[in-house]
């Protein structure tokens, strides 16, 4: 990935209801998905968005499947259904029974094989996904299979259709982003993750590029239950860390700041990961 530490410090002063897309994008193709279902609103704002631009293509699971990260159903042999989805006029769509990730598979081996799209973009997603949230959300992992397999993608983040000033202004804006050099010159296997903040259309900050933030998400199980039959049944629970310290510079506190945040990722490069130059001496293999 190339260096976009100088970035980091950049604060791109764009008003989130002034940005408007470029008259002729460089995509001309664009998929579109999410991980929060084929009826979700905001889903629907975006593919929207982008029509008015491109052609869109939306292949999205027929419900909610949060936290699916960028599984696929390859190993288990299932067939998946897929029908057409009336989104309205501009836009060919299909609701899928089946994970984020097989929709975008199946978009980009089958539906859009002999087509394939210039750029993937996914959600809206209802709730925020910053620092660890990359970790599990279907959100950014259709944008890291998409990265996977050479499409520049980005994932966008936190809208409520309760906000109406970013219900108008969020979508147009994403289009905007996707229209950026920013996006059209991802490196290979780069991707974007954009969260956007709780607030109305003229409270937001700013945008800015953001690192990761400390991790926020926490996970426990309720205590299990015995049967007769000594089988343990157990709840997975989580909450999100939204009062604790976190780095100047991270997602987290520009999040909280108001701002729009923009983080660039990319396959492989996961926080925290030792150089390999550094690493320690491996026992040789013996036979």
């Given at each position: 990935?190339?260096?976009?530490?100088?970035?980091?410090?950049?604060?791109v002063?764009?008003?989130?209801?002034?940005?408007?897309?470029?008259?002729?994008?460089?995509?001309?193709?664009?998929?579109?998905?999410?991980?929060?279902?084929?009826?979700?609103?905001?889903l629907?704002?975006?593919?929207?968005?982008?029509?008015?631009?491109?052609?869109?293509?939306?292949?999205?699971?027929s419900?909610?499947?949060?936290?699916?990260?960028?599984?696929?159903?390859?190993?288990?042999e299932?067939?998946?259904?897929?029908?057409?989805?009336?989104?309205?006029?501009?836009?060919?769509?299909?609701?899928?029974?089946?994970?984020?990730?097989?929709?975008?598979?199946?978009?980009?081996?089958?539906?859009?094989?002999?087509a394939?799209?210039?750029?993937?973009?996914?959600?809206?997603?209802?709730?925020?996904?910053?620092?660890?949230?990359?970790?599990?959300?279907?959100?950014?992992?259709?944008?890291?299979?998409?990265?996977?397999?050479?499409?520049?993608?980005?994932?966008?983040?936190?809208?409520?259709?309760?906000?109406?000033?970013?219900?108008?202004?969020?979508?147009?804006?994403?289009?905007?982003?996707?229209?950026?050099?920013?996006?059209?010159?991802?490196?290979?296997?780069?991707?974007?993750?954009?969260?956007?903040?709780?607030?109305?259309?003229?409270?937001v900050?700013?945008?800015?590029?953001?690192?990761?933030?400390?991790?926020?998400?926490?996970?426990?199980?309720?205590?299990?239950?015995?049967?007769?039959?000594?089988?343990?049944?157990?709840?997975?629970?989580?909450?999100?860390?939204?009062?604790?310290?976190?780095?100047?510079?991270?997602?987290?506190?520009?999040?909280?700041?108001?701002?729009?945040?923009?983080?660039?990722?990319?396959?492989?490069?996961?926080?925290?990961?030792?150089?390999?130059?550094?690493?320690?001496?491996?026992?040789?293999?013996?036979?």
């Amino acid at each position: 990935m190339k260096d976009l530490r100088p970035m980091l410090f950049v604060v791109v002063i764009i008003l989130i209801t002034s940005a408007s897309p470029a008259a002729t994008p460089w995509f001309s193709r664009v998929l579109v998905t999410n991980d929060d279902g084929i009826d979700d609103p905001r889903l629907h704002a975006l593919a929207r968005a982008f029509a008015d631009v491109a052609e869109v293509v939306v292949v999205a699971p027929s419900e909610n499947c949060s936290g699916s990260s960028n599984y696929v159903s390859v190993f288990s042999e299932r067939e998946l259904t897929a029908a057409p989805y009336d989104m309205g006029e501009g836009i060919t769509a299909w609701v899928v029974e089946g994970f984020p990730g097989d929709c975008v598979l199946l978009a980009l081996e089958t539906i859009m094989k002999d087509a394939p799209p210039d750029l993937l973009v996914s959600g809206v997603n209802a709730g925020p996904n910053l620092a660890d949230a990359w970790i599990a959300s279907g959100t950014i992992g259709v944008a890291r299979l998409a990265a996977h397999a050479g499409l520049p993608a980005v994932a966008f983040s936190n809208l409520t259709p309760d906000a109406p000033s970013m219900m108008a202004a969020v979508p147009q804006w994403c289009v905007a982003l996707a229209a950026t050099d920013a996006v059209r010159d991802l490196p290979a296997g780069g991707y974007l993750n954009v969260n956007f903040p709780r607030c109305t259309a003229d409270e937001v900050a700013g945008v800015v590029w953001a690192g990761i933030g400390d991790p926020i998400f926490h996970d426990t199980f309720e205590t299990g239950v015995l049967g007769e039959d000594g089988r343990a049944t157990w709840k997975l629970k989580w909450w999100m860390d939204r009062e604790g310290p976190q780095p100047d510079e991270g997602d987290v506190a520009r999040h909280r700041a108001n701002y729009v945040t923009v983080t660039p990722m990319q396959i492989g490069d996961f926080k925290g990961v030792l150089p390999l130059e550094k690493a320690a001496g491996l026992p040789s293999w013996t036979r």
